[in-house]
């Protein structure tokens, strides 16, 4: 049985959709786009608890991505996150 995931953090974004890459930066999950480009290739990203391989891969609000035990959920609204990490 998987380990149930983290509780996510909620990132909101301005517009309809993200891209993975995109978002992970948006979340500080990465540095830079540069970074994301291997995590993401090496399968260490899930998207709603799926491995998930495509740095163009559109997120919408409720999409849950994970990383190193680390969780942010796509949310949309003006609300300031305060990410832990």
């Not at 998987?2 to 996510?8: D, K, L, Q, R």
């Not at 953090?9 to 970074?35: C, M």
């Not at 391989?53 to 942010?72: C, E, I, M, S, Y």
Request: charged share 25%; no cysteine; glycine share 10%.
């Amino acid at each position: 049985m998987p380990a149930p995931s983290p509780e996510p953090i909620d990132v909101p974004i301005r517009d309809e959709s993200i891209r993975l890459g995109q978002f992970l930066k948006l979340a500080n999950l990465v540095e830079s786009g540069a970074e994301a480009k291997p995590v993401i290739a090496d399968g260490a990203v899930l998207v709603n608890d799926e491995v998930e391989t495509r740095r163009g891969r559109q997120l919408v609000p409720g999409d849950v991505v994970t990383l190193g035990g680390l969780a942010a959920r796509v949310a949309t609204g003006e609300v300031e996150i305060d990410v832990p990490w």
